[in-house]
């Protein structure tokens, strides 16, 4: 996922990173608050963060000028919510960029959109809608953790098919090679994301009880799942 350094012909690169400054802005005023709110959830919003740029610099060859990995980010969506993982997602391309030499500087805008943007939104928007149909919640949490790396890898063959549409077929035939070739490594990747994501859950429920009630990821009863999705829309 991570589209390499100077691959991306300038006017999409800067596209992209327009496309993705709201969303940082708007996930590091809610950061911010967060934190100011709720000090406590410092550690586990660290523990998320370093989830992420562990399990997205296991780098794996695919696409040219790209790769495969995963991408970690369906647990802090889901502990956070996505505005949060923007700006975690951010921090982590960009340190990998410079210490990893994974993606680059001028493609970080492409990148962020990709992982830091629609995967977050997209796995937390499928484990609410589980989550809102009592689906358990472990369930809930691989669906979401699957479908953020999953929704991924597609963004990133919708900007590689608009960058180098196949000269013959144009950018639907583009958007189906690099997705077929993205998905025999891409597909394995996120089901593994989701199980070891579960793992993580699990030990949370475990040891931070307290702490993932507060968050709303655990509550005792449909009532009480409704009262937590009002206050959420209140704090949000």
């Known amino acids: 996922m991570h589209i390499a350094e100077g691959f ?4 999409h690169a800067v596209a992209w990173g327009v496309a993705s400054a709201p969303f940082v802005v ?6 911010v608050r967060d934190v100011r709110e709720h000090p406590e959830s410092t550690l586990l919003l660290g523990a998320s963060g370093a989830f992420t740029f562990v399990l ?4 794996l060859p695919s696409v040219t000028g790209s790769c495969s990995h995963p991408t970690g980010t369906g647990l802090g969506a889901i502990l956070f919510r996505p505005p949060v993982m923007a700006v975690l997602g951010t921090i982590t391309l960009l340190f990998q960029a410079l210490l990893l030499a994974h993606g680059g500087l001028t493609t970080l805008g492409a990148n962020v959109f990709s992982m830091a943007v629609v995967g977050p939104w997209a796995g937390y928007g499928i484990y609410r809608l589980l989550r809102r149909y009592d ?5 809930a949490v691989f669906s979401g953790a699957f479908v953020a790396d999953l929704s991924t890898y597609c963004v990133t063959s919708v900007q590689l ?3 180098f549409p196949d000269p013959g077929s144009g950018f639907l035939g583009a958007l189906g090679k690099f997705g077929s070739v993205f998905a ?4 394995p990747l996120a089901v593994s994301e989701g199980l070891l994501t579960v793992l993580v859950m699990r030990m949370l429920v475990q040891s931070s009880k ?3 009630t507060r968050l709303g990821v655990l509550v005792t009863s449909a009532a009480g799942r409704k009262t937590a999705d009002s206050a959420e829309a209140v704090a949000r």
Do not use: D, N, Y
Request: hydrophobic share 55%; no cysteine; aromatic share 0%.
């Open 8 to 11: 991306l012909p300038p006017a």
């Open 26 to 31: 708007h996930g590091a005023r809610s950061l």
């Open 56 to 59: 997205s610099a296991l780098k």
């Open 135 to 139: 689906v358990p919640l472990m369930v």
């Open 161 to 163: 098919a608009l960058a």
């Open 184 to 187: 025999v490594t891409q597909i």
């Open 210 to 212: 307290g702490e993932l």
